[in-house]
């Protein structure tokens, strides 16, 4: 099992990842999912996966979330996440410099 996590997501959650970890036993991948939307790349996956992945791959399609149908995933929705503490927090992604600016200034980090 492993968690993954973007470069852009600032302020992981120690308590949902072990959160989302806790949740692991018999799914392949364990996803947060915000609305309608995944977050492919703040969850947990288990070898069974990278066959899955491969595939994708081989068909040079890199949309992560294209394989869950081939999984066993337990979602994590945000009324779950909001639960957790900084839960909802974790899930900021920074893409631009406003963005990260904004961050900043609501962190207030020198």
Known sequence: MIFVASCDIPFPSS??????????????AVVPRTGDCFEPLFA??????????????????????????DLNVR????????RIPGGVRSLVNINTPEEFARCIKQSEIP
């Open 15 to 28: 308590p949902l990842i072990g959160h989302l970890s806790s949740l692991a036993d018999g799914f392949d």
């Open 44 to 69: 947990i996956y288990r070898k069974t996966c990278l066959e899955p992945m491969k595939r994708l791959l081989e068909l040079e399609n890199h949309r992560i979330y294209d394989f869950y149908p």
């Open 75 to 82: 979602y994590v929705d945000e009324e779950e996440i909001a």
